[in-house]
């Protein structure tokens, strides 16, 4: 049995939670979230709770078990709470720069690279070398994160690059000089 998928999703004050058509919507505070629902799952709304259950025990219906009810909890905290990533800038010159909905980023490039903020995302800037991503939907936040970090990915042999904060680059040696 799927521990995830079995899990009880308790509903917040303030957060509506709807189930029609095979379409999950999940109103908050921050805002609206809608998922539709894969074929073989249920999901039952009674009360304050969110149960997901599967008819049957295909390795397929199991795995889309545990994710619908992961995809649900993050819709909730998310229109609670909400998502944030942080991502910094490591390198002689390397600096972002956010006016707007535009982010320009120096990397190293003879150009700095412009990217276009999407609608229901924040971006705000911390320093020259740090920006804070936010907003009510995970993937998006972290798929925006990930397109900003692969302009430039840390790299080896000096850590230069543009990394998630907190995030570990491990370091290795470069060549050794002939005697």
Do not use: C, W
């Not at 219906?61 to 229109?79: D, R």
């Not at 490039?109 to 971006?123: A, G, K, Q, Y």
């Amino acid at each position: 049995m799927s521990r995830i998928g079995n899990r009880q999703l308790t509903i917040p004050a303030g957060v509506t939670v709807t189930n029609e058509n095979e379409v999950v919507s999940v109103k908050g505070p921050k805002g609206e979230l809608k998922l539709n629902i894969a074929r073989p799952i249920n999901v039952e709304i009674k009360e304050n709770v969110v149960l997901t259950t599967r008819p049957n025990d295909e390795k397929h219906t199991k795995q889309l078990h545990g994710t619908t009810n992961s995809l649900i909890k993050n819709m909730i905290v998310g229109v609670t709470e909400g998502f944030s990533k942080g991502l910094e800038a490591v390198g002689v010159g390397y600096r972002f720069n956010v006016a707007g909905k535009k982010i320009s980023i120096n990397a190293g490039f003879s150009h700095p690279v412009e990217i276009i903020v999407p609608n229901d995302l924040e971006v705000k800037q911390e320093s020259n070398t740090e920006i804070t991503i936010s907003g009510i939907d995970k993937q998006k936040v972290s798929e925006f994160a990930a397109n900003i970090r692969k302009i430039r990915e840390p790299e080896p042999y000096k850590g230069k690059g543009i990394r998630y904060k907190g995030e570990f680059v491990r370091r290795k040696e470069g060549k050794k000089a002939a005697k």
